[in-house]
């Protein structure tokens, strides 16, 4: 069976950080691009930032540049989303998705029909 599952959001106080994680089973994580996307109440789901299968391309919305790091561990199957600075419009559900069918070196952050498996999604809520 084939899953994403992500892991490490919570309530954290403005200014804070938070490592979020997007583990695989089932499949290997290397064979595909990943993107972080969230979603807030009465909101569209928009990306977060995205890597490449190589780990060596990535794409940053600009909402959340210079304050996010995407990374991934093909040893470990899982892929991370460093979140600093964080501030209370970055409240949203989070979710990881995995694409095969882009190429090796590039990953695509505005169409989400380009994910074939996406994950249940973690809750991170920036107040005070």
């Known amino acids: 069976q084939l899953q994403l599952v992500e892991s490490g959001g919570g309530l954290v106080q403005p200014g804070g950080s938070l490592r979020l994680s997007c583990a695989a089973s089932g499949f290997t994580l290397d064979n595909y691009a990943i993107g972080w996307f969230r979603q807030a109440p009465g909101k569209e789901r928009e990306g977060v930032s995205c890597i490449s299968k190589s780990g060596g391309g990535t794409s940053t919305a600009d909402s959340v540049k210079g304050r996010v790091t995407i990374s991934r561990d093909n040893a470990k199957n899982t892929v991370y989303l460093q979140m600093n600075s964080l501030k209370p419009e970055d409240t949203a559900v989070y979710y990881c998705?995995?694409?095969?069918?882009?190429?090796?070196?590039?990953?695509?952050?505005?169409?989400?029909?380009?994910?074939?498996?996406w994950g249940q999604g973690t809750q991170v809520t920036v107040s005070s």
């Open positions: 998705a995995a694409a095969e069918s882009v190429l090796f070196s590039v990953c695509v952050l505005s169409n989400l029909r380009k994910y074939d498996y």
